[in-house]
């Protein structure tokens, strides 16, 4: 038996298109939407990301090819995006988790996504 939330929103759904929604289609409309609506990456703006690298990143990481010094003991950029396993997805929802390592930065979503995307964009 589905939630009352879900028939709520399948009526709702129903009442707005000009056509029946089957109870599957109305499944896969809710996974596509949560899927859009989750997603920081999606939408990212790679050279916003940069500003804020270079703002709030580059005094413990190597941000950018001009950048001459940073902390020994963490990678660059360039470095994280060459890895096999990056994901820019995955990166960004790190990014808004609090790490023991890293400061804790008050990043939004977008923050977050825009600069996964600048290091994603780093990757040769």
Not at 5 to 18: A, T
Not at 39 to 61: T, V
Request: net charge positive.
């Amino acid at each position: 038996m589905r939630g009352l939330r879900y028939q709520s929103f399948l009526l709702y759904i129903q009442r707005i298109c000009p056509r029946r929604i089957n109870p599957d289609q109305g499944m896969l409309l809710i996974a596509v939407m949560i899927g859009l609506t989750l997603s920081p990456a999606m939408g990212a703006d790679a050279d916003h990301g940069a500003e804020l690298a270079k703002r709030w990143c580059a005094s413990c990481h190597v941000v950018s090819s001009d950048q001459k010094q940073a902390s020994a003991d963490v990678p660059p950029f360039a470095a994280l995006a060459q890895r096999s396993d990056f994901s820019a997805e995955k990166l960004a929802f790190f990014l808004l988790e609090p790490h023991p390592k890293m400061p804790n930065y008050p990043l939004s979503r977008n923050e977050a996504g825009d600069i996964a995307a600048y290091i994603g964009s780093l990757r040769k």
